[in-house]
Protein backbone atom coordinates (compact mmCIF):
# COMPACT_ATOMS: atom_id res chain seq x y z
CA UNK A 1 0.00 0.00 0.00
CA UNK A 2 1.14 3.60 -0.82
CA UNK A 3 1.91 5.28 1.83
CA UNK A 4 0.04 9.37 2.13
CA UNK A 5 3.20 11.34 1.56
CA UNK A 6 4.36 9.17 -1.52
CA UNK A 7 0.88 9.55 -2.78
CA UNK A 8 0.81 13.29 -2.50
CA UNK A 9 4.14 13.60 -4.16
CA UNK A 10 2.67 11.31 -6.62
CA UNK A 11 -0.21 13.51 -7.02
CA UNK A 12 1.84 16.37 -7.07
CA UNK A 13 4.01 14.87 -10.03
CA UNK A 14 1.42 14.09 -11.89
CA UNK A 15 0.12 17.49 -11.77
CA UNK A 16 3.17 19.33 -12.98
CA UNK A 17 3.15 16.71 -15.78
CA UNK A 18 -0.10 17.97 -16.99
CA UNK A 19 0.88 21.66 -16.36
CA UNK A 20 3.77 21.06 -18.64
CA UNK A 21 1.64 19.96 -21.58
CA UNK A 22 -1.05 22.72 -20.96
CA UNK A 23 -1.47 24.84 -24.01
CA UNK A 24 -1.00 28.20 -22.51
CA UNK A 25 2.57 27.13 -21.91
CA UNK A 26 3.12 26.07 -25.92
CA UNK A 27 5.87 28.46 -26.87
CA UNK A 28 4.93 31.48 -29.57
CA UNK A 29 6.52 30.88 -32.95
CA UNK A 30 6.67 27.10 -32.33
CA UNK A 31 5.41 24.98 -35.54
CA UNK A 32 2.40 23.40 -35.45
CA UNK A 33 3.39 20.33 -35.93
CA UNK A 34 5.65 20.05 -32.81
CA UNK A 35 2.16 21.92 -31.03
CA UNK A 36 0.53 18.97 -31.64
CA UNK A 37 2.84 16.27 -30.71
CA UNK A 38 3.02 18.03 -27.34
CA UNK A 39 -0.87 18.36 -26.61
CA UNK A 40 -2.56 15.85 -28.40
CA UNK A 41 -5.11 16.24 -31.21
CA UNK A 42 -6.88 19.10 -31.04
CA UNK A 43 -11.19 18.87 -30.46
CA UNK A 44 -11.56 21.29 -33.34
CA UNK A 45 -9.98 22.85 -35.91
CA UNK A 46 -10.98 26.10 -37.33
CA UNK A 47 -9.65 28.05 -40.75
CA UNK A 48 -8.70 31.74 -40.02
CA UNK A 49 -8.35 34.41 -42.57
CA UNK A 50 -4.22 34.14 -41.97
CA UNK A 51 -3.72 30.96 -40.97
CA UNK A 52 -5.63 28.25 -38.53
CA UNK A 53 -6.95 27.93 -35.04
CA UNK A 54 -6.43 24.66 -33.30
CA UNK A 55 -8.85 24.62 -30.17
CA UNK A 56 -8.33 22.35 -27.00
CA UNK A 57 -11.53 22.39 -25.23
CA UNK A 58 -12.51 21.24 -21.46
CA UNK A 59 -16.25 21.03 -21.91
CA UNK A 60 -18.02 19.65 -20.62
CA UNK A 61 -16.85 18.81 -17.66
CA UNK A 62 -14.27 21.09 -17.58
CA UNK A 63 -13.78 25.47 -17.14
CA UNK A 64 -11.60 26.42 -20.00
CA UNK A 65 -10.63 26.28 -24.54
CA UNK A 66 -7.78 27.47 -25.09
CA UNK A 67 -7.85 28.85 -28.82
CA UNK A 68 -4.36 28.46 -30.42
CA UNK A 69 -3.95 30.12 -33.86
CA UNK A 70 -1.31 29.45 -35.82
CA UNK A 71 -0.33 31.80 -38.84
CA UNK A 72 -0.01 31.35 -42.51
CA UNK A 73 3.13 30.09 -42.62
CA UNK A 74 2.21 27.57 -39.14
CA UNK A 75 3.97 28.73 -36.23
CA UNK A 76 2.18 29.42 -32.86
CA UNK A 77 0.98 33.22 -33.49
CA UNK A 78 -1.31 33.61 -30.04
CA UNK A 79 -2.70 31.27 -27.53
CA UNK A 80 -6.29 32.51 -25.85
CA UNK A 81 -7.93 30.73 -23.07
CA UNK A 82 -11.47 32.27 -24.53
CA UNK A 83 -13.77 31.22 -20.94
CA UNK A 84 -12.69 34.60 -19.67
CA UNK A 85 -14.82 38.18 -19.26
CA UNK A 86 -12.49 39.48 -22.26
CA UNK A 87 -13.61 36.55 -24.28
CA UNK A 88 -17.01 36.24 -24.05
CA UNK A 89 -17.25 39.96 -24.23
CA UNK A 90 -16.47 39.11 -27.77
CA UNK A 91 -20.36 37.99 -28.05
CA UNK A 92 -21.89 40.72 -30.58
CA UNK A 93 -25.76 40.26 -30.18
CA UNK A 94 -27.88 40.29 -33.30
CA UNK A 95 -24.53 39.64 -35.20
CA UNK A 96 -22.61 36.69 -34.20
CA UNK A 97 -23.81 33.16 -35.36
CA UNK A 98 -23.78 30.20 -34.24
CA UNK A 99 -20.62 29.67 -36.54
CA UNK A 100 -18.90 32.55 -34.72
CA UNK A 101 -19.37 31.14 -31.62
CA UNK A 102 -18.13 27.57 -32.62
CA UNK A 103 -14.99 29.33 -33.98
CA UNK A 104 -14.26 31.35 -30.60
CA UNK A 105 -15.61 28.83 -27.87
CA UNK A 106 -16.23 25.54 -29.70
CA UNK A 107 -19.04 22.99 -29.16
CA UNK A 108 -20.75 23.74 -26.29
CA UNK A 109 -20.97 21.51 -23.24
CA UNK A 110 -24.50 21.44 -22.99
CA UNK A 111 -27.53 22.64 -25.36
CA UNK A 112 -31.44 23.33 -23.81
CA UNK A 113 -34.15 24.64 -24.96
CA UNK A 114 -36.03 27.10 -22.77
CA UNK A 115 -39.98 27.75 -22.43
CA UNK A 116 -40.09 31.49 -23.38
CA UNK A 117 -37.31 31.85 -26.51
CA UNK A 118 -37.85 29.93 -29.75
CA UNK A 119 -34.31 28.74 -30.50
CA UNK A 120 -31.64 26.75 -28.74
CA UNK A 121 -29.00 27.92 -25.60
CA UNK A 122 -25.52 27.08 -26.33
CA UNK A 123 -24.39 26.55 -22.96
CA UNK A 124 -20.19 26.34 -21.54
CA UNK A 125 -19.82 25.89 -18.27
CA UNK A 126 -16.46 28.01 -16.70
CA UNK A 127 -14.96 29.06 -13.53
CA UNK A 128 -14.84 32.68 -11.92
CA UNK A 129 -13.03 33.79 -9.08
CA UNK A 130 -13.59 30.03 -7.39
CA UNK A 131 -17.24 30.03 -8.70
CA UNK A 132 -18.44 27.72 -11.59
CA UNK A 133 -20.36 29.50 -13.42
CA UNK A 134 -22.39 29.22 -16.69
CA UNK A 135 -22.08 30.95 -20.53
CA UNK A 136 -25.08 30.90 -22.06
CA UNK A 137 -25.40 31.99 -25.78
CA UNK A 138 -29.13 31.88 -27.77
CA UNK A 139 -29.46 31.09 -30.81
CA UNK A 140 -32.90 31.83 -32.73
CA UNK A 141 -34.08 29.24 -35.65
CA UNK A 142 -31.62 31.04 -38.22
CA UNK A 143 -28.70 30.97 -35.86
CA UNK A 144 -28.18 34.00 -34.92
CA UNK A 145 -27.21 35.30 -31.27
CA UNK A 146 -30.07 36.79 -29.66
CA UNK A 147 -29.14 36.72 -26.16
CA UNK A 148 -26.23 36.21 -23.66
CA UNK A 149 -26.54 35.40 -20.41
CA UNK A 150 -23.88 34.76 -17.28
CA UNK A 151 -25.03 32.42 -14.37
CA UNK A 152 -23.49 30.70 -11.37
CA UNK A 153 -24.12 26.59 -11.03
CA UNK A 154 -26.91 25.64 -8.59
CA UNK A 155 -25.21 23.61 -5.73
CA UNK A 156 -25.24 19.97 -6.97
CA UNK A 157 -26.35 20.53 -10.73
CA UNK A 158 -23.95 18.46 -11.89
CA UNK A 159 -24.78 15.71 -9.71
CA UNK A 160 -28.44 16.11 -10.60
CA UNK A 161 -27.61 15.51 -14.85
Known amino acids: MIGLRRLGLLIAAAA ?3 CAMAPQWAPLGAPRADIVARLGP ?14 YSQQPSGTQIFN ?34 EREFGR ?27 LHVHLDPSGVVRKVMLTDEVHGERERR
Do not use: C, K
Open 108 to 134: PGRIDRVALFDGVVWNYRFREVGTFRW
Open 68 to 101: LDFDSSGRLARIDQVLSPAGMARIVVDVWTAADV
Open 16 to 18: LAG
Open 42 to 55: PTAVHALPSGERLQ
